[in-house]
């Protein structure tokens, strides 16, 4: 698995209690695109409607040696699961306060996956908290690094 994009302001901004693995519709010069790395899912999210599950807000940059055929970067995208998946998605959405996020794109034998989860949104207490729990355990790390290096 090689990531193609990843949400990194995710698990900074949200605390992700639950993923899932999803397939994705996309048409050719959307694919050929994601193989050259241009797009991004930090703004975008999904949502179900009618039984299905759509991702809305991802960005696909237009592939540059597409012709009049071409996609559009901003369309709503069709996700790929099973009716138990989709079934526990909606349940956990409808709960106040969650949303499912896209988390990373990646290859999967040849296809496109995506990985999403179900967040909840973090206030600015817990995000200067989990600053000060990571800076912590960098100091830790770098004071275990000297001893290490003076023996």
Request: charged content about 35%; proline content about 1%.
């Given at each position: 698995?090689?990531?193609?994009?990843?949400n990194?302001?995710?698990r900074?901004?949200?605390?992700?209690l639950e993923?899932?693995?999803a397939?994705?519709?996309?048409?050719?010069?959307e694919?050929?695109?994601?193989?050259?790395?241009?797009?991004?899912?930090?703004?975008?999210?999904?949502?179900i409607?009618n039984?299905?599950?759509?991702?809305y807000g991802?960005?696909?940059?237009?592939?540059?040696?597409g012709?009049?055929?071409?996609h559009?970067?901003?369309?709503?995208r069709?996700?790929?699961l099973?009716?138990?998946?989709i079934?526990?998605?909606?349940g956990?959405?409808s709960?106040d306060g969650?949303?499912?996020?896209?988390l990373?794109?990646?290859?999967?034998?040849?296809?496109v996956?995506?990985?999403?989860?179900?967040?909840?949104?973090?206030e600015?207490?817990?995000?200067?908290?989990d600053?000060?729990?990571k800076?912590?355990?960098r100091?830790a790390?770098r004071?275990?690094m000297h001893?290490?290096k003076?023996?």
């Amino acid at each position: 698995m090689s990531d193609i994009l990843t949400n990194r302001k995710a698990r900074h901004d949200f605390h992700i209690l639950e993923t899932f693995e999803a397939g994705i519709v996309l048409k050719g010069t959307e694919v050929k695109a994601l193989r050259a790395g241009k797009g991004q899912i930090r703004d975008a999210y999904a949502r179900i409607e009618n039984d299905e599950a759509f991702l809305y807000g991802a960005h696909i940059d237009e592939y540059n040696f597409g012709n009049l055929y071409n996609h559009d970067p901003r369309a709503k995208r069709k996700l790929l699961l099973n009716k138990r998946e989709i079934r526990k998605l909606f349940g956990l959405e409808s709960i106040d306060g969650h949303t499912i996020i896209p988390l990373s794109l990646y290859w999967k034998n040849g296809k496109v996956k995506i990985q999403l989860g179900v967040a909840k949104g973090k206030e600015q207490r817990d995000k200067r908290q989990d600053l000060r729990a990571k800076e912590a355990d960098r100091e830790a790390r770098r004071s275990t690094m000297h001893l290490r290096k003076g023996k």
